[in-house]
């Protein structure tokens, strides 16, 4: 057993260079070159903001609801399920101005502004797809849509949550960054409880992981 120690030592060395010295290598003598996709698709982070506009907000049938509108900010994360599907989930604050006459639910004890809070759920369909000279596919049209709840300031004016839905179309395009698209989208809105509906226009812009 001795005798065979300095064979097994020998080959210990020898037999990692034989396999290295296997390895194919460019002719030039250069390693592979690192690539990277065109597009990252993975985790994102998301934010919008814009315009938001209801046609009636909510009030019982016979009181004043008046067309009102006010500034949106949503907050997004969520995962790409591949280059035409994302699913997220969000979180969107509005602050709403209307006229002195709209009384909401509070019966007339109060009147005027309110905001809302909205947690919730959106999917992202990626349906037509647009190649750049490179045969990249940067720019996409979408659609998306989604809901969650909606809690609304003043408590004495608006007392009640409501289920929001929306859906609507938007254009993406996917920057040279990589990690960068930005867009714009419309989305319709409806207020299920409140009977109200509305719509928003959206800039948006997204960072992949």
């Given at each position: 057993m001795k005798a065979l120690a300095p064979l097994a030592l020998c080959a210990s060395f020898v037999l990692p260079l034989a396999a290295s010295a296997q390895q194919p290598t460019p002719a030039n003598g250069d390693r592979p070159a690192v690539t990277f996709d065109e597009i990252e698709r993975g985790l994102y982070f998301a934010v919008m903001g814009g315009p938001l506009f209801l046609t009636n907000p909510p009030a019982p049938e016979g009181t004043p609801r008046p067309f009102s509108a006010g500034p949106m900010a949503q907050v997004e994360v969520g995962v790409d399920l591949g280059e035409r599907l994302s699913l997220g989930v969000f979180i969107m604050g509005s602050s709403i101005r209307t006229s002195a006459e709209y009384v909401g639910n509070s019966g007339g004890a109060v009147s005027g502004d309110f905001s809302s809070m909205v947690p919730g759920v959106a999917l992202r369909a990626r349906l037509v797809g647009l190649a750049d000279s490179q045969e990249t596919k940067r720019t996409w049209f979408y659609l998306r849509a989604g809901g969650g709840l909606a809690m609304f300031s003043p408590k004495r004016l608006l007392p009640d949550s409501d289920i929001l839905v929306f859906a609507g179309p938007g254009?993406?395009?996917?920057?040279?960054?990589?990690?960068?698209?930005?867009?714009?989208?419309?989305?319709g809105n409806y207020l299920v409880n409140g009977g109200s509906?509305?719509?928003?226009?959206?800039p948006n812009i997204r960072y992949a992981f």
């Open positions: 254009v993406e395009y996917y920057t040279r960054l990589r990690h960068f698209s930005v867009g714009l989208e419309v989305t509906f509305g719509f928003a226009v959206a």
